[in-house]
C-alpha cells in the first residue's frame, strides 16, 4: 500500500502553478498510489473554492482522496476559524496546514498561534512547511510549539527540504508529537530517517504530480526492514491523519 501525505489541488500565485483534478488522478493511476492527502497550494486565488473540490474529489472517490486544509492565517481570526471548521466538521478533512513560507508566517506567531489552537480543538494534526523560506520554515521553531501542545500532532513538510533535514531530525527527536514527511528529501537522508526513527514518525510525500514518480523511485532504494518500509509508505500517514476513521 502506498499513501501519498502531501498532495496539491488547483491554482498557486506564489509558485505559479496549478494541478487539476484529471492530472492529481492520473499520476495517482500511473504510480498505483493508494490514498492521497490532497490541499490547496499556499497561493490559491480562493481556497474555500479549492476545498469544496477537493470535497467533491473525495465524495467521487471514498477512501481514496482526503482533504486538507490550507488558508492565509492572517485572514481575520473569525474567518480563517469558521473556514477550517467547515473543512474539518461538514467536509471531513484530516488536517490543516502551515504554510510558513507561502502565507509568511512565522511559526511563534500571534496568527500561528490561532492554527494550533484550532487544531487542538478539533483533534487533528498540523502540517507545517519547513526548510524553503527561513527563517520562518527553520524545523526548530516548531519545537516549543510542540512542547507547549504535547497532544498536537505536528508533520514537518519536507522534513526541513535537504539543508535542514538534520535540523529537522533534531526537532523530532525531540519531541514525540513531531512527525517527518520527506518529499523533495536526498534518498540518503529518507533512509536515514525511516532507519533512525521508530516506525510511524517518517511518512511519504510527493508535494506534485510530476514529482510522484522520484519519490517513489527513491523509496524502491531504500534498504529497510518490511515493517519500517511499510510504516513510511502508509501507516505513518494513515495513523496520524486517521484515515481509517
Known sequence: MLIDAHAHLGDCRVFDLEVTEAQLLAALDRHAVHAAIVQPFPGAANAAEIHDRIARLAE?????????????????????????????????????????????????????????????????????????????????????????????????????????TPEAAETARECPNIFLETSWCTPQAIGLLVRTFEPGRVMFGSDLPINLGVEIAKAQTLEVESRRREAFLARAASTVFRLAR
Do not use: W
Open 60 to 164: 467521487a472517490h471514498p477512501g481514496r482522496i482526503f482533504g486538507l486544509a490550507s488558508l492565509n492565517p492572517h485572514l481575520p481570526r473569525r474567518q480563517y476559524v469558521a473556514e477550517i471548521e467547515r473543512c474539518v466538521r461538514e467536509l471531513r478533512f484530516v488536517g490543516v496546514k502551515l504554510h510558513t513560507m507561502g502565507h509568511a508566517v512565522g511559526p511563534g506567531s500571534r496568527d500561528a498561534m490561532t492554527v494550533y489552537e484550532i487544531a487542538v480543538e478539533l483533534d487533528v494534526p498540523v502540517m507545517a512547511h519547513t526548510g524553503t523560506g527561513v527563517p520562518f520554515a527553520l524545523p526548530s521553531l516548531f519545537l516549543p510549539i510542540a512542547r507547549a501542545h504535547p497532544n498536537l500532532r505536528i508533520v514537518l513538510a519536507h522534513a526541513g527540504f535537504v539543508i535542514y
